[in-house]
């Protein structure tokens, strides 16, 4: 009895002095214990995706097409199922309990997979393989929106100097990504062609057992505990809802007729602890939502289905605003995906030979994208910001909208290289007589695909932190989780529209006469391929452009704006 008492009073001071808000806590002390676990979820993830093609073909024996359709189809759900963890963790658990759940699930889809690759009989490999991998990709749904949130809070965001250790976080956290994605890369790979797949699969699961171990050793230092008090969709639906009712009533900018809410801040997940949006001009349409007229007046309760707080106007407004910037930037990924592709098809057939005995293969050249993201991030944090800031004056050298658009412009750069060098390749394929003979290496060196590996490194540099810093930063604090998720989406959004162009662009030049993307990569007008890419990404980009420019940062009262486009 003793024992149980001393027990419980030992737990309740763990408990106590886990929610005890100290001065230490938050900052890089406790945001590199939330790396460790993101660091190994990736290690597991690339180590996965990375050979995952050659498993289902090689050991599962399914045909290429079927294999190429089933990752194709993981990628994107694993990109979706975010959106679902998001809501979970804003609505329900919280973000630091739903990283540790999730992690949990992860951890035991690794260990499922090891199990179907190694004791599970031959005959239902197959399906216990699948469940296994669906179970990751639920997981990666409650990890992927919630540790980048976390670790994000972490950071004080109230003067200019803390503004500016946030958006280099953003810098340094994309950097460990890429380090960890290439070392998975290069050592599990090489695990999996040379030793045992089973090894690499109880390797991957181990390190997720000690990035939950590490994410759990640094309890003590974090910050910012989730506080849920219910679906930030409420919020969202009450805003429209009240606007919607109170249709005819005319908006003015007397302050006297607005509800500014019955405790100062009042939004949509905490009370005291957020802070006071400033009205903006746009979207007028929901101001009407926060306007008190003669019903208001005379009811002696609010109806939050009827009268909402500027607040939550203001938060609604946010989420709004960031919807076209999602839309503009899905073709970027649409780009992207073709270094998965459609860049190792080229490089298949061109010269790699290094030596008279060594010839690598095609897919190692992705490690050059990684390369170069490992090289220029360091070099725009540490010399490209603090130069440009002395021009411009912003914390981060230039603003976030600035940053995504220079990354969308290379993409932009990307397929009209890509298309230059292929129709290099086929010329070459063409003065040697190859057009016919698909298996053939065409004798042209596959260093000319240096240039669209380099800008693909480049455009992912800019655009991808630009835009994890964008949906953290402009989204209501209490849906921080679905603005990660959010971002994920457009990755599986972007893959599934890659698809549908290539379905379409298939379908099209097969009842025209001459079809695109065929088997044979010389006959397959790959270069036209990429110059439509190239057109529609300037299209999209024009209608980023045109959004930018309109685009309305968060502006808290008492604070200055984040930046002007």
Request: glycine fraction near 8%.
């Amino acid at each position: 009895m003793t024992f149980g008492n001393n027990g419980r009073e030992l737990l309740v001071k763990m408990l106590s002095f886990h929610h005890q808000k100290t001065p230490s806590r938050g900052g890089w002390n406790a945001a590199i214990f939330i790396i460790f676990v993101e660091v190994a979820e990736r290690f597991a993830y690339y180590g996965l995706i990375g050979n995952l093609i050659m498993y289902l073909t090689n050991e599962l024996h399914q045909p290429t097409a079927a294999a190429a359709k089933n990752v194709n189809m993981w990628i994107g759900l694993s990109s979706l199922f975010p959106i679902l963890g998001a809501i979970v963790a804003d609505s329900y658990l919280g973000r630091f309990k739903t990283i540790i759940y999730s992690t949990c699930i992860y951890f035991l889809g690794m260990v499922m997979l090891c199990l179907s690759a190694s004791v599970v009989p031959r005959h239902y490999r197959e399906g216990a393989y699948f469940v296994a991998l669906y179970i990751l990709a639920v997981g990666e749904g409650g990890h992927k929106p919630c540790v980048q949130t976390f670790a994000a809070d972490q950071f004080e965001e109230e003067t200019d100097e803390d503004k500016e250790v946030k958006s280099s976080f953003f810098n340094w956290w994309y950097l460990a990504i890429v380090v960890t994605a290439t070392a998975a890369t290069l050592g599990i790979i090489y695990i999996q062609d040379n030793v045992s797949w089973v090894l690499s699969y109880s390797v991957l699961a181990v390190v997720i057992a000690a990035g939950l171990l590490l994410f759990l050793l640094g309890i003590r230092s974090y910050r910012n505990e989730d506080n849920v008090l219910g679906s930030p969709f409420t919020t969202v639906a009450q805003v429209f809802v009240a606007a919607a009712r109170k249709w005819s009533v005319k908006t003015g900018r007397r302050s006297d007729v607005v509800y500014y809410g019955d405790d100062e801040g009042e939004s949509s997940g905490v009370h005291s602890k957020h802070k006071t949006l400033a009205r903006t001009k746009q979207f007028r349409f929901l101001d009407k939502a926060m306007i008190i007229d003669e019903h208001d007046a005379s009811s002696k309760m609010r109806n939050p289905w009827r009268l909402c707080s500027l607040n939550q106007v203001e938060e609604v407004k946010l989420v709004v605003r960031l919807i076209p910037i999602w839309l503009s930037c899905l073709m970027f990924h649409a780009v992207q995906s073709q270094l998965h592709t459609y860049f190792i098809k080229q490089g298949s057939t061109m010269i790699r030979s290094i030596g008279p005995n060594f010839r690598f293969p095609p897919a190692s050249l992705q490690a050059l994208v990684g390369i170069v993201i490992v090289t220029t991030v360091p070099i725009y944090d540490r010399i490209l910001v603090p130069t440009v800031r002395k021009f411009t004056g912003h914390a981060a050298g230039i603003t976030v909208l600035q940053r995504i658009g220079v990354g969308l412009f290379l993409s932009i750069i990307n397929m009209v290289v890509a298309a230059l060098v292929e129709a290099k390749r086929v010329g070459v394929a063409r003065e040697y007589n190859l057009m016919d003979n698909p298996k053939a290496i065409v004798p042209i060196s596959v260093w000319w695909l240096l240039p669209q590996y380099f800008i693909t490194g480049l455009s992912d540099a800019f655009t991808v932190i630009g835009l994890q810093e964008l949906f953290y930063d402009q989204m209501p604090d209490a849906m921080r989780s679905l603005g990660a998720a959010a971002y994920i989406s457009i990755l599986g959004v972007g893959s599934f529209l890659s698809s549908f162009i290539i379905s379409l662009v298939e379908t099209i030049t097969r009842n025209s006469g001459e079809r695109w993307l065929g088997n044979n990569l010389n006959r397959a007008h790959l270069d036209d391929f990429y110059w439509v890419l190239a057109g529609l990404s300037a299209l999209f980009f024009g209608v980023y452009v045109w959004v930018a420019k309109r685009f309305v940062y968060k502006k808290v009262v008492g604070e200055a704006s984040s930046g002007e486009v």
